[in-house]
């Protein structure tokens, strides 16, 4: 038993009834639910640890069935309660058991009842909170214990001062009956804090609001004196970590210890180290005989290997560190491990992880900037993940589906992921640093938009925000960093989205840069660009496209795609549904995706494009332009496929020849009719002689992208054009045919009378489109045909079409 410091009360405490029957309770129904949901139960509600980088064996989850009511935002604790919540699915979503909104007028109360955990004498009692949006305040048995504002970050609050210690027939009982009450505040888009894409009117690409407790909330017992957080900053070119402990409490001649178990295929580093003054770093070294082998123990997406690392507070300054570890720490082996470890009295102790690696940019081989991990270049490539879920909204129903998006995303090809304007609990994070994933981390956006440069460029243009919105944004963004900063997975902070919120960019870049030197930062994704930070980042729908070079900063596509599929019965809205493009089928979508990805492809070879983020990684409410549906039912693309094209951004680029050239720097001859031809026009034989004879491209000027040298204003067009291909021009076996396009609006393409490519649409510049195998082998030496009909039905238009040749290289 510990003792508490309050007064014991002659007569139990009584508080007002609390009696939930789990049985009872059911989820509300969603457009849509997950197949997670069916897991979801009172008892049995995101039971995993929440914090894998500060682990201790010792806590009480308080998720599952708390009382609820919503009221005037003025009024005082309710005295009656409206039902019953599931802690930590938001109020607004149909896991919670609710599904109603909130709003800026009303204030949204919580209680529950609660067991203390077994804890030692003169122990201290911690209430942690994963994250709240947006302002609450705790009350422990009436008391207040503590306010926050933030709905991104986690939260502690020491309550063992507010505890009521019952005493009845000489019997003391601090067991049971506690009583937490939280009330929270959140205005959405009402106010200027940040909120990503939360609006309390949903639309387009705005979503349902989330209120209140939504991620775990628990109870830790701890020690008078703790060890509250540790840091850990990984050193690859000097082969070191740095460890730094916030010891609470710190007592004189007590020591910290670690110890960094990293056992791999090859063999283990083992390494410990100490220190008596607690406020001080430690610098552990890895020994020079274990270089020979350090290949395996650094982190990459390939090989997403983490560091064991265990820290316990020593109250005995001569005692042997080799041995505090050994009831919780795994067989060691390597330099310096022992055979045997004695036992050592520890006040407290932790588990944690860490990973050798470097995130940074550098010139490549030819000079240009590149995105470099672990000082090797590496394109990164991913999808804009929102987070979002139909039936939990920011909370996912379960860990396995947490894990489930990471691992869809790694199988499909990606080794990054952008995590757009939300924070994620920290198990996503654990799931990333364990699966090897790469991630961009945003700011979630707030306050009003800065007027906005969709095309890019350096034009300063951004926001004045008030001195309360401009602090509480340094607060959160802080908080943030603080929260993620042990994650190996997070390589670069961005701190803005498209100039949402904008506001000192050289300041607040600067600041992260500082305060954050092992990573990069990104001053503002496809947003007003100030010269400033690691990289020059542009959005372009559909794209892809490239930032021009400033020499300096790594050129990125912080966004492009946004294709669009709606299947029936996986969409949040029958209909209505939204995509930057839509595609009537999968065969249609998956032609557009994988015409994207090789265009793409050259754009990383010159100018040096060093990333690409394709939006998104799931449909999210009414948009429908995700690689898996809402629900994550189904994969929209052939997996193994989109992999397949995925994977080769990450090689050498490969050799393009032309074989019939487009307009963009000469003129290319081609006959015409703007009048319906016979059937037969695509076919070799077909004598076009009558045709009208111009230069390509053919459409009407000021079209985006076109460089027009035939006029063409009809609804209609029809090209031919002969190309006699030389002996000498044979297609390497292992080759590629692509056709290079432009197009406004749908075409067709045949060579040598067959039909080779059809698109619908249009697009905003050249690109390169895929010849399916069927068609590789009709191009052949001698007298070749080039037949393409486009149709127009409103707004520009423009045709050009070419063909190159696509080796890989070696």
């Known amino acids: 038993m510990f003792r508490f410091i309050c007064t014991c009360v002659a007569t139990l405490l009584t508080f007002t009834t609390f009696e939930v029957s789990a049985d009872d309770w059911a989820p509300k129904q969603a457009a849509l639910m997950t197949r997670w949901a069916a897991d979801v139960a009172p008892n049995n509600v995101h039971p995993d640890y929440p914090r894998p980088q500060l682990v201790r064996e010792n806590w009480s989850n308080l998720n599952g069935l708390w009382q609820y009511a919503i009221q005037p935002r003025d009024a005082a604790k309710p005295d009656e309660w409206q039902g019953e919540i599931l802690v930590p699915f938001p109020v607004e979503s149909a896991l919670s058991g609710v599904m109603q909104r909130v709003g800026a007028e009303k204030r949204l109360w919580y209680r529950r009842q609660f067991d203390i955990p077994k804890m030692d004498n003169d122990g201290r009692l911690l209430l942690h909170f994963g994250a709240v949006d947006w302002q609450c305040e705790v009350w422990v048995n009436g008391k207040s214990v503590g306010k926050h504002t933030g709905g991104y970050d986690p939260f502690t609050f020491d309550i063992t001062d507010a505890i009521v210690v019952y005493q009845q027939a000489d019997v003391v009982d601090p067991a049971g009956g506690q009583e937490i009450v939280v009330a929270v505040w959140d205005p959405t888009d009402a106010n200027w804090q940040p909120r990503g894409k939360q609006v309390n009117n949903p639309h387009g690409i705005w979503y349902t609001p989330v209120t209140g407790i939504w991620q775990t909330v628990w109870l830790e017992p701890v020690p008078v004196s703790y060890i509250r957080s540790v840091t850990i900053t990984p050193d690859l070119d000097n082969k070191s970590f740095t460890i730094q402990a916030d010891v609470v409490n710190p007592q004189p001649g007590w020591k910290i210890g670690y110890v960094i178990n990293s056992q791999s295929k090859s063999g283990g580093i083992f390494h410990r180290a100490w220190h008596t003054d607690l406020t001080k770093p430690i610098v552990t070294v890895l020994k020079e005989e274990e270089e020979s082998r350090l290949a395996a123990h650094i982190w990459s997406p390939d090989n997403p290997h983490l560091i064991d690392v265990y820290v316990a507070l020593v109250p005995d300054a001569k005692a042997d560190l080799l041995g505090f570890a050994q009831e919780w720490m795994p067989k060691v082996t390597g330099p310096g491990a022992p055979e045997k470890m004695p036992p050592v009295e520890m006040a407290d102790r932790v588990s944690c992880y860490t990973a050798l690696r470097k995130i940074s940019t550098g010139k490549d081989k030819d000079g240009v900037t590149r995105l470099l991990l672990n000082n090797k270049p590496l394109f990164q490539y991913g999808p804009l993940d929102q987070g979002w879920w139909p039936d939990g909204l920011y909370t996912a129903p379960t860990d396995e589906a947490l894990r489930y998006d990471i691992e869809i995303t790694k199988q499909l090809g990606f080794n990054m992921i952008r995590k757009h304007v939300k924070v994620e609990p920290d198990r996503w994070y654990y799931w990333c640093d364990k699966l090897g994933m790469l991630v961009w981390q945003d700011m979630p956006s707030g306050d009003r938009s800065a007027e906005w440069n969709p095309n890019g460029g350096h034009d300063g243009k951004e926001i004045e925000r008030s001195k309360e919105s401009a602090e509480n944004f340094d607060a959160e963004l802080k908080a943030m960093i603080d929260a993620l900063r042990n994650h190996p997975s997070i390589v670069m902070w961005v701190p803005f989205n498209e100039a949402w919120g904008q506001f000192d960019t050289v300041r607040v870049t600067e600041w ?126 052939p997996l193994e496929a989109v992999a397949a094209a995925n994977r080769k951004l990450y090689l050498p680029p490969p050799v393009q020849k032309t074989l019939v050239p487009t307009a963009e720097k000469d003129p290319v ?119 393409v009909h486009c149709h127009q039905t409103g707004g520009g238009q423009y045709i050009d079409v070419g063909i190159v040749d696509i080796l890989e290289a070696p």
């Open 512 to 637: 992260i840069h500082k305060y954050d030197p092992t990573r990069l930062v990104n001053c503002a994704s496809g947003g007003n660009d100030f010269p400033v930070g690691d990289v020059y980042d542009i959005h372009r729908y559909p794209g892809p496209a490239a930032p021009e070079p400033d020499g300096k900063r790594a050129i990125v596509l912080g966004e492009y795609g946004g294709l669009g599929l709606p299947l029936e019965g996986h969409t949040w809205l029958e209909k209505g549904n939204w995509g930057y493009r839509s595609f009537p089928t999968r065969e249609a979508l998956t032609e557009a995706y994988l015409g994207l990805v090789t265009q793409l492809r050259p754009l990383i070879h010159s100018p040096g494009l060093a990333a690409g983020i394709y939006t998104q990684t799931t449909d999210v409410e009414v948009e429908v332009n995700g690689l898996l549906s809402y629900d994550r039912a189904v994969i929209k693309l």
């Open 669 to 787: 001859t081609w006959r015409y009719t703007t009048e319906t031809p016979p059937d037969n026009w695509f076919e070799p034989e077909f004598d076009a002689s009558s045709w009208k004879e111009g230069p390509a491209g053919f459409g009407q000027r000021n079209t985006p992208g076109a460089n027009v040298r035939t006029e063409w204003q009809t609804p209609d067009i029809w090209l031919v054009r002969v190309l006699e291909l030389p002996a000498a021009a044979k297609l390497h076996i292992k080759s590629s045919l692509h056709l290079r396009m432009h197009h406004d609006e749908d075409a067709q393409v045949f060579l040598n009378g067959v039909l080779v490519k059809k698109v619908a649409g249009f697009t905003t510049d050249y690109g390169l489109f895929p010849i399916a195998d069927e068609g590789q082998s009709l191009l052949r030496t001698g007298k070749n045909v080039i037949a």
